[in-house]
């Protein structure tokens, strides 16, 4: 029995493509809502399958994930940072450099929306991943990751993001969101991130504050 994770269908599908079964009560409490672009339905599959007994490689593990829910984070890989991903087919286009160090503040802007397998309506990166796989500093890969979320952001909205104007206001080295989701992250070479930076965010209408830090190097 499963209490506050995916759908019962998705688990099932998992679960059977794994070729496990799933002993037990198990209860899941994510740290944020389904839908809102953090990662935690690709997350609680992982979750499952391991507590199910899966030791296979990642490779079909995100094969299993994408058969349950059309699309997947690349979660059970190690460095999932370090992984190009095609979400809708489960696969590592390219292996990337690892990230600079950073710290970050971020929040959700709108309602949840989950991920539609058949929405293809995103903008061309192509460019930007050529960059990106060149590494850099992370004013450099900030830049990057900005230009990526404006032109999400101009192709599919929603009008009136906030997202840009809180960067600028806080002097943030750049800013990354969820394209399918409401999450919204500003990102900080270490040791500059004000500390007001929760009161402006929500005074935007940010919701779900929490600072973290990432990075490799």
Do not use: N
């Not at 995103?122 to 990106?132: E, G, K």
């Not at 991130?193 to 779900?208: D, K, N």
């Amino acid at each position: 029995m499963l209490h506050g994770g995916p759908p019962s269908g998705q688990v099932r599908a998992l679960l059977a493509r794994l070729g496990l079964p799933l002993p037990g009560r198990v209860a899941l409490r994510p740290l944020a809502p389904p839908g809102m672009g953090t990662g935690v339905s690709t997350a609680s599959l992982v979750a499952l399958a391991r507590l199910a007994g899966w030791q296979g490689p990642p490779e079909g593990l995100a094969r299993a994930c994408v058969a349950a829910e059309g699309a997947s984070d690349p979660l059970m890989f190690a460095s999932p940072a370090r992984h190009l991903w095609a979400s809708r087919e489960g696969r590592t286009v390219a292996h990337l450099p690892a990230l600079p160090r950073f710290h970050a503040i971020g929040g959700f802007w709108g309602p949840p929306r989950r991920t539609e397998p058949r929405d293809a309506g995103f903008p061309d990166i192509a460019d930007l991943a050529r960059l990106w796989a060149r590494g850099g500093d992370l004013p450099t890969l900030a830049a990057l990751a900005s230009e990526s979320a404006r032109r999400t952001l101009a192709l599919r909205g929603p009008v009136g993001d906030p997202t840009a104007e809180i960067a600028r206001a806080l002097g943030a080295a750049g800013y990354a969101i969820a394209h399918t989701g409401a999450a919204r992250a500003f990102l900080f070479v270490p040791g500059t991130l004000p500390a007001g930076a929760g009161a402006v965010l929500r005074a935007a209408g940010l919701t779900g504050i929490r600072r973290f830090t990432g990075g490799e190097r």
